[in-house]
């Protein structure tokens, strides 16, 4: 959506197909970062953004055992929005789905589901849609995937696929919050598990991090012993765990991260989920997208507007994002690696020294809140045609 908004605003005719009636799914990312939030500020839609309901996290804190810490703080950072916006997906599309309807260039099509690529020779010349009319073709100088992590655009291109194993998973639920409650993120470890707690709120938007494909066993153990297993580890939700009374309440994300190896072909540019699957650690999905999303308008641009060859720039967009990307995703993958050891230990724990040593360097906390806020090498829109 991003990508198709700054490509119509420069003045390239682009059609984005979305494969539901709507945007509303429950259970998707809703952190919008600063580095997003910058953007919005830089297209001058930042004022009617935030007037979207929304919930602000100044940092984002911790208690391993008895020990209370601070990760991470957005409050000192160089940009006009010191805070993380927890904005509900849906209302966050709809919104830049209604500013793309007012250009000319910009088309979107709802129940349209690319099923499969058209092919000129070895050049990707389109998409096969299935829509509530039937089967139809939509031709195209550029086809992007933007399908996510189970992308079909990138199963029927044939890339290459590179998936490093992930030892967790994550229940994701909702449980009433209390105006006393905490109001920063906050992420709780004991007795073998982990919780993040969101605040969205009258409710917090909750996560059980849990052993890769534990969780049928989890299951069999039944609703009342996964409810204490929640009290044990969060004591505060001892008078509302009951409101859990059924196991379709709690949605499993199974987390993956991958990359493709290539992100391109002839006619065809894969970017966000859909070229490298990112973890919910530290809720950047998002705002990964999007980063991709300004990198591949401003390297595309040119070549779309001058009628340039398209393919001899697709190369540039993954350079481009690589690193960024890599670095990110081998983060992750260190935080579950951490995060799959306390499995191992049901009882009481005690914070490492590690941890207690890390969170007391002088600075640690304003560096993890740049990181986590604005990310490597953050792009922006200032100097796009048509910004």
């Keep these: 959506m991003m990508l198709g908004y700054l490509l119509a605003r420069a003045g390239v005719q682009v059609t984005v197909l979305e494969k539901h009636r709507d945007f509303f799914r429950d259970f998707r990312g809703d952190t919008v970062h600063p580095s997003t939030l910058q953007v919005f500020s830089e297209l ?27 990760m991470a703080d957005f409050s000192h950072l160089p940009v006009r929005c010191r805070f993380v916006a927890l904005m509900p997906q ?54 992007i995937g933007c399908d996510g992590r189970h992308s079909t655009i990138r199963r029927c291109s044939g890339f290459e696929v590179i998936d490093t194993g992930v030892p967790i998973d994550v229940l994701w639920f909702r449980i009433s919050r209390e105006s006393t409650d905490p109001e920063q993120l906050l992420g709780r470890v004991n007795y073998g598990k982990a919780l993040i707690l969101i605040n969205r709120g009258d409710y917090f938007q909750a996560g059980m991090i849990i052993r890769k494909n534990s969780f049928e066993q989890i299951k069999q153990a039944g609703l009342p012993a996964f409810r204490d297993s929640l009290v044990r580890i969060a004591p505060l939700l001892s008078d509302r765990v009951d409101e859990l009374r059924d196991w379709d309440q709690i949605k499993l994300l199974s987390v993956q991260i991958n990359h493709l190896r290539c992100w391109h072909r002839a006619g065809l540019l894969c970017i966000g989920d859909a070229a490298h699957a990112m973890s919910p650690a530290g809720g950047v999905g998002i705002n990964v997208a999007i980063q991709d999303a300004i990198a591949a308008a401003r390297i595309l641009i040119p070549a779309l507007l001058g009628n340039h060859p398209i393919d001899g720039v697709l190369a540039r967009v993954q350079r481009r994002r690589q690193f960024p990307v890599r670095v990110i995703q081998q983060m992750q993958r260190q935080a579950h690696l951490a995060l799959a050891r306390v499995f191992d230990h049901p009882g009481p724990l005690a914070a490492p020294w590690q941890l207690k040593l890390f969170v007391r360097i002088p600075g640690v906390q304003r560096f993890m809140g740049r990181l986590i806020g604005i990310g490597l090498r953050p792009e922006h829109v200032r100097n796009l045609p048509g910004v």
């Design 90 to 143: 849906w209302d966050f599309l709809n919104f830049l789905a209604g500013r793309a309807r007012q250009l000319p260039g910009f088309r979107i099509e709802m129940e349209h589901e690319a099923t499969d690529l058209l092919w000129n020779g070895a050049r990707v010349a389109g998409v096969t849609v299935q829509t509530p009319s039937g089967t139809q073709t939509i031709e195209a100088d550029l086809v």
């Design 44 to 70: 001058g839609l930042l004022e009617d953004l935030l007037k979207l309901p929304h919930q602000r996290i100044t940092s984002a804190s911790g208690v391993f055992g008895g020990f209370e810490f601070t």
